[in-house]
């Protein structure tokens, strides 16, 4: 079992650009949640994806976006990116609530 | 809603020494409680969990931490550190409803010297 797994691992984009993290959850999972986690701080929850829809909604502007497909694998969209979206973005995949499994992150850096 | 309170920002320790790292939680409902490790440009691994019952729960790595509900506390504790614990960990909370959301405090930097 591979895990979760995201790509890509790091990538440097421009203000005001559009950018797209891949999310592929471990193995039997269903439920794909997304993270920012700011350089010093704790994961700070950005929504939640389960069959396809958006469950949950952190306190996060228009401007982040998700997609779930049918093989539960996920993506983040953030569009007109900003200095301050500059962060390690998390997936953690779960079947059960009390169960979540995290990857390694896609390190953002906006310039 | 809930939040998680980690009293301290950075722990430094010399390798063998015992640690506590403490945690502090606030919520309306009852609540699922772990701990996390994230080692440099790593996600997070849990360390262990808190569902119900006893209030002693054991993890990986030699951790332990003990739920104390009249406190909210939720404090991670190892009796001897080795230099390879270095890294940072974060207390989380979740509300048993199910939402499946976690609630992150702000990370204990541990660092064990020799």
């Known amino acids: 079992d591979a895990g979760v797994t995201q790509s890509p691992t790091h990538l440097i984009k421009t203000r005001g650009q559009q950018v797209t993290l891949r999310c592929s959850p471990k193995?039997?999972?269903?439920?794909v949640s997304w993270y920012q986690q700011a350089l010093g701080q704790g994961p700070q929850f950005i929504f939640q994806?389960?069959?396809?829809?958006?469950?949950q909604r952190g306190n996060f502007p228009d401007r982040f976006s998700g997609h779930q497909f049918p093989n539960y694998s996920s993506e983040l969209n953030v569009n007109a990116l900003l200095l301050g979206d500059s962060a390690l973005y998390l997936c953690?995949?779960?079947?059960?609530?009390?169960?979540?499994?995290f990857g390694q992150g896609t390190r953002l850096t906006v310039v | 809603a809930q939040s998680v309170t980690q009293l301290d920002s950075q722990v430094p320790v010399f390798e063998e020494a015992p640690v506590e790292l403490r945690c502090n939680y606030s919520?309306?409902?009852?609540?699922?409680l772990f701990w996390y490790v994230q080692y440099p440009n790593q996600g997070l691994q849990l360390l262990l969990k808190?569902?119900?019952?006893?209030?002693l729960v054991k993890g990986i790595n030699g951790f332990e931490a003990e739920f104390n509900k009249s406190q909210t506390s939720f404090h991670l504790r190892k009796p001897s550190v080795h230099i390879s614990d270095t890294a940072e960990y974060f207390c989380?909370?979740?509300?048993?409803?199910?939402?499946?959301?976690?609630?992150f405090g702000k990370g204990t930097k541990l660092t064990v010297n020799p």
């Open positions: 808190y569902l119900s019952g006893s209030t």
């Open positions: 193995s039997g999972h269903d439920t």
């Open positions: 919520s309306s409902v009852s609540v699922y």
């Open positions: 989380a909370v979740s509300d048993q409803g199910g939402s499946e959301k976690l609630v």
């Open positions: 994806y389960y069959e396809e829809e958006e469950r």
């Open positions: 953690a995949s779960s079947l059960r609530p009390e169960e979540a499994f």
